[in-house]
């Protein structure tokens, strides 16, 4: 399973290392992908919750603007 997080609020590599951490922490992630550049996450992993990816991003300070 696959899901893209368009977030916003990210303007550095930290930033980018933050939403990282984070995301993996997320129950059933296997692997994140995420790009300062398109201001998006990529995350794969079994039976991912939305709500879940979309938590852990705002608990490291940016907005998760969608999760699909």
Avoid: W
């Avoid at 997320?26 to 992908?33: A, L, S």
């Amino acid at each position: 399973m696959e899901k893209t997080i368009k977030i916003e609020g990210m303007g550095c590599m930290n930033c980018v290392k933050h939403v990282s951490a984070a995301l993996e922490k997320v129950e059933g992630v296997n692997k994140v992908n995420v790009s300062l550049d398109d201001g998006m996450a990529k995350v794969e992993g079994n039976d991912l919750n939305d709500q879940a990816l979309a938590n852990a991003v705002m608990e490291a300070g940016y907005t998760p603007v969608s999760v699909r």
